[in-house]
């Protein structure tokens, strides 16, 4: 079982819609989250961490996390164009020094 | 501007050659870390460090060596022991190494053939 899991995707909506990118995770000790953006070509760029059970927000983008579930998402509202990248789940295990990554949801938005 | 940088950005070498990638901060971070991303799986860790003078072993680290001798810079050198050394390498750091929130670097891009 792999540590962190997404959808490779991949994921399409029309512009304006939202878009629910989804993640699981194993180890149920897992205390912190983060949704990284990566363009094609280029680093990964933060846009989201989350610590505790519920939404946060920022902007147009929501993050929620269920540790019950061992489910966290990322929503993003009012999806435009330039959204349009793969999105990398990434979380620090229990007792581990380092991020654990999935391998990223291909996101298309439609004009 | 505060960031990081690696250079450079696209690496030609042939097999068997040692090469090192560069990777500088100027966000006063202690911790920094070196992946590396590949077609379908995701980033894998090679080393960290959380302090001077101070680095672990990531999942993949075979073939690969750091130093850490200032707080600035981390290289990663490459070298010939690394069977399947093509990759997009990335630099990452944080401020404290308890504190997850990696920024990334550029990325370098190395093509060993």
Redesign the interface.
């Known amino acids: 079982q792999k540590e962190?899991e997404q959808n490779?995707g991949p994921l399409s909506v029309p512009e304006g819609a939202i878009a629910s990118l989804n993640c699981t995770y194993s180890d149920r000790g897992s205390q912190?989250f983060?949704w990284?953006r990566q363009y094609s070509g280029?680093?990964?760029?933060?846009i989201m961490?989350i610590y505790s059970n519920g939404d946060k927000e920022d902007g147009r983008f929501t993050a929620q996390l269920n540790k019950a579930s061992q489910y966290v998402s990322l929503l993003i509202r009012d999806s435009q164009p330039s959204d349009s990248a793969t999105y990398?789940c990434?979380v620090?295990k229990s007792g581990a020094?380092?991020?654990f990554?999935?391998?990223?949801t291909r996101l298309t938005v439609i004009p | 501007d505060g960031g990081i940088t690696q250079s450079p950005k696209y690496l030609f070498r042939k097999e068997g050659q040692n090469v090192t990638l560069s990777c500088e901060q100027n966000l006063n971070h202690d911790a920094m870390y070196w992946y590396r991303q590949d077609p379908g799986q995701g980033l894998r860790l090679i080393y960290y460090s959380q302090i001077v003078n101070d680095f672990q072993k990531g999942d993949i680290a075979e073939g690969y060596s750091v130093s850490r001798e200032k707080k600035e810079s981390f290289p990663l050198t490459v070298t010939s022991a690394q069977k399947n050394p093509t990759a997009f390498y990335l630099c990452a750091s944080s401020m404290k190494w308890q504190a997850y929130e990696q920024y990334f670097g550029p990325g370098t891009r190395l093509t060993v053939t």
């Open positions: 962190v490779s912190s983060f990284y280029k680093s990964p760029e933060l961490s990398l990434a620090k020094n380092n991020l990554f999935g391998t990223g």
